[in-house]
Protein backbone atom coordinates (compact mmCIF):
# COMPACT_ATOMS: atom_id res chain seq x y z
CA UNK A 1 0.00 0.00 0.00
CA UNK A 2 1.13 3.55 -0.65
CA UNK A 3 0.77 6.78 1.18
CA UNK A 4 1.24 10.15 -0.72
CA UNK A 5 1.79 13.07 1.16
CA UNK A 6 2.76 16.92 0.42
CA UNK A 7 0.42 18.70 -1.31
CA UNK A 8 -1.11 22.14 -1.13
CA UNK A 9 -1.58 25.58 -2.13
CA UNK A 10 1.47 26.89 -3.63
CA UNK A 11 1.98 30.23 -5.52
CA UNK A 12 2.99 30.54 -8.94
CA UNK A 13 6.84 29.84 -9.48
CA UNK A 14 6.87 27.97 -5.90
CA UNK A 15 7.81 24.72 -5.03
CA UNK A 16 7.01 21.82 -3.58
CA UNK A 17 7.58 18.34 -2.49
CA UNK A 18 5.53 15.24 -2.63
CA UNK A 19 6.61 12.04 -0.59
CA UNK A 20 4.90 8.25 -1.28
CA UNK A 21 5.96 5.82 1.40
CA UNK A 22 6.00 2.49 -0.35
CA UNK A 23 6.93 0.12 2.60
CA UNK A 24 5.25 -2.70 0.27
CA UNK A 25 8.32 -2.02 -1.86
CA UNK A 26 10.73 -4.60 -0.60
CA UNK A 27 12.67 -5.38 -3.84
CA UNK A 28 14.95 -3.40 -6.66
CA UNK A 29 12.38 -5.03 -9.12
CA UNK A 30 9.75 -2.40 -8.74
CA UNK A 31 8.74 0.77 -11.02
CA UNK A 32 7.20 3.29 -9.33
CA UNK A 33 5.54 6.22 -10.99
CA UNK A 34 4.02 9.38 -10.37
CA UNK A 35 0.67 10.35 -11.85
CA UNK A 36 -1.93 13.54 -11.80
CA UNK A 37 -5.48 14.35 -13.01
CA UNK A 38 -6.99 17.52 -12.83
CA UNK A 39 -10.82 17.84 -12.82
CA UNK A 40 -12.17 16.99 -16.24
CA UNK A 41 -9.21 15.30 -17.33
CA UNK A 42 -7.40 11.74 -17.46
CA UNK A 43 -4.82 10.94 -15.44
CA UNK A 44 -1.68 11.57 -16.66
CA UNK A 45 2.11 10.72 -16.43
CA UNK A 46 4.23 12.63 -14.68
CA UNK A 47 7.44 10.71 -13.51
CA UNK A 48 8.50 7.56 -13.46
CA UNK A 49 11.98 5.25 -12.56
CA UNK A 50 12.89 1.65 -11.45
CA UNK A 51 13.83 1.26 -7.92
CA UNK A 52 17.37 0.47 -9.03
CA UNK A 53 17.15 4.22 -10.36
CA UNK A 54 19.26 3.25 -13.65
CA UNK A 55 17.50 6.24 -14.59
CA UNK A 56 14.18 8.32 -14.21
CA UNK A 57 11.83 9.17 -17.17
CA UNK A 58 9.66 12.39 -17.48
CA UNK A 59 6.61 13.96 -19.40
CA UNK A 60 7.38 16.49 -21.66
CA UNK A 61 5.34 18.99 -19.41
CA UNK A 62 7.79 18.04 -16.21
CA UNK A 63 10.76 17.42 -17.92
CA UNK A 64 13.50 20.45 -16.16
CA UNK A 65 11.09 21.27 -13.19
CA UNK A 66 10.79 17.86 -11.63
CA UNK A 67 12.71 15.32 -10.31
CA UNK A 68 12.18 12.26 -8.89
CA UNK A 69 14.19 10.47 -6.88
CA UNK A 70 13.61 7.94 -3.93
CA UNK A 71 15.31 7.08 -0.27
CA UNK A 72 16.13 3.37 -0.57
CA UNK A 73 16.54 3.17 3.54
CA UNK A 74 13.28 4.74 4.54
CA UNK A 75 11.31 3.34 1.45
CA UNK A 76 10.16 6.54 0.05
CA UNK A 77 9.55 7.98 -3.47
CA UNK A 78 10.02 11.74 -4.06
CA UNK A 79 8.48 14.12 -6.73
CA UNK A 80 10.30 17.51 -6.42
CA UNK A 81 8.77 19.82 -8.00
CA UNK A 82 9.87 23.68 -9.11
CA UNK A 83 8.86 26.72 -11.32
CA UNK A 84 5.16 25.25 -10.86
CA UNK A 85 2.41 26.65 -13.14
CA UNK A 86 -1.12 26.87 -12.82
CA UNK A 87 -1.84 23.96 -14.96
CA UNK A 88 0.42 21.51 -12.78
CA UNK A 89 -2.74 21.93 -10.12
CA UNK A 90 -4.00 18.41 -9.53
CA UNK A 91 -4.59 15.38 -7.74
CA UNK A 92 -1.11 13.84 -7.38
CA UNK A 93 -0.79 9.82 -6.92
CA UNK A 94 2.09 7.54 -6.20
CA UNK A 95 1.83 4.29 -7.96
CA UNK A 96 4.49 0.95 -7.87
CA UNK A 97 4.49 -2.09 -10.35
CA UNK A 98 6.14 -5.25 -9.56
CA UNK A 99 8.92 -5.48 -12.48
CA UNK A 100 9.69 -2.72 -15.44
CA UNK A 101 7.32 -1.65 -17.98
CA UNK A 102 8.03 -0.67 -21.05
CA UNK A 103 4.61 1.54 -21.26
CA UNK A 104 5.99 3.40 -17.64
CA UNK A 105 3.92 6.41 -18.44
CA UNK A 106 0.73 3.87 -18.85
CA UNK A 107 -1.77 4.00 -15.99
CA UNK A 108 -3.00 0.77 -16.58
CA UNK A 109 0.64 -0.91 -15.73
CA UNK A 110 0.92 0.26 -12.22
CA UNK A 111 -0.85 -2.24 -9.47
CA UNK A 112 -0.73 -0.17 -6.84
CA UNK A 113 -2.28 2.75 -6.45
CA UNK A 114 -1.92 5.76 -3.15
CA UNK A 115 -4.73 7.84 -2.56
CA UNK A 116 -3.69 10.98 -3.90
CA UNK A 117 -2.80 14.44 -2.90
CA UNK A 118 -3.85 17.74 -3.57
CA UNK A 119 -1.27 20.14 -5.29
CA UNK A 120 -2.72 23.88 -6.25
CA UNK A 121 -1.21 26.75 -7.75
CA UNK A 122 -2.81 29.82 -7.64
CA UNK A 123 -1.75 33.53 -6.81
Known amino acids: QLQASGGGLVQPGGSVRLSCEAPGVTTNDYGMGWFRQAPGKEREFVAA????????YYSDSTKGRFTISRDNAKRRVFLQMNNLKAEDTAVYYCAARYGWSVAYYDPSQYATWGQGTLVTVSS
Open 49 to 56: FRWSMRRP
